[in-house]
């Protein structure tokens, strides 16, 4: 028994080493004041840091990255929590199932199809190349990530409190205002911070959609990767792990709120 422990232990780590062995690599690079991506690192500098906050390129990209996000984070919450909502109305499990896939198929629909038929979509109504395209391109893949929290929380919210508060008397938008929506607040905050960082990955989507002007940190990351290798990339991902990590604690931090709630 004790043989079968120290088995799982040492693969559990062992898995642990080969997914974060490429991070520990690239990472300690972003504070290199080399031009170029090797080993070793002769002097340490915030350089790379500092240009991505002073290029042109890279600041642009920060903040199209900030509001593409914000709106996106803003829209997929409103329709994924409305969507939740309306799947916790079913009238019947098969009817519950069908409408669940369909909002989570643009989890699983490959993101080059969509950005192939957003593209066609967008040029015909004249979003393409455009903040509302690139937004509303985002939103679609972002929405299966708040429908699944939202709707999580809401299988935890007791109908009898629901119940309760109409039966004193609250109209329907009431319940759901001072009862619903407060109860399952975590599940929204969390849907939230996952589409954020939904839009802030995304690159696929915002290469068929988005203009010069629409170019997010992702995409700049891709470009930069293909035209001349910087250090810079390695500052950007930095700062994209530190972003992931914050979003994890957050997400954490109010799920353990709810807990102790």
């Known amino acids: 028994m004790r043989l079968l422990s120290l088995s799982k232990a040492i693969f559990a780590a062992m898995v642990v080493i080969f997914l974060m062995a490429p991070l520990f690599a690239i990472l300690p690079l972003a504070f290199t004041d080399s031009i170029f991506l090797n080993y070793p690192i002769e002097t340490y500098s915030l350089r790379w840091f500092h240009e991505l906050f002073t290029a ?32 916790r109305g079913h009238a019947s499990a098969l009817l519950f199932s069908f ?23 967008f040029a015909r109504y004249g979003l393409a190349n455009t903040y509302p395209g690139v937004v509303i ?29 109409a039966s004193l008397g ?5 319940v759901l205002r001072r009862v619903t929506l407060p109860l399952a607040m975590p599940g929204i905050v969390s849907g939230a911070v996952f589409a954020f960082a939904t839009s802030l990955d995304e690159v696929v989507l915002t290469l ?9 940190v992702a995409r700049q990351m891709f470009s930069t990767i293909r035209e001349n290798i910087s250090p810079a990339i390695a500052a950007a991902a930095f700062l994209f792990i530190v972003s992931t990590v914050v979003i994890a604690g957050l997400v954490l931090l109010v799920k353990k709120r709810k807990v102790s709630a």
């Open 208 to 216: 068929f959609v988005a203009g010069p002007n629409q170019r997010t």
């Open 56 to 87: 042109d390129a890279w600041r642009r990209s920060i903040l199209n990255s900030i509001l593409i996000g914000a709106g996106t984070t803003v829209l997929a919450t409103v329709l994924g929590t409305i969507a939740a909502l309306g799947l």
């Open 99 to 121: 409408f669940r896939t369909v909002f989570l198929l643009p989890m699983v629909v490959p993101a080059v199809v969509l950005g192939v038929g957003m593209q066609l979509m």
């Open 137 to 165: 391109a985002h939103t679609v893949i972002a929405i299966p990530f708040v429908v699944v929290n939202v709707t999580a929380a809401l299988q935890g919210v007791d109908r009898r409190l629901e119940n309760a508060a």
């Open 170 to 174: 609250a109209a329907p938008i009431v």
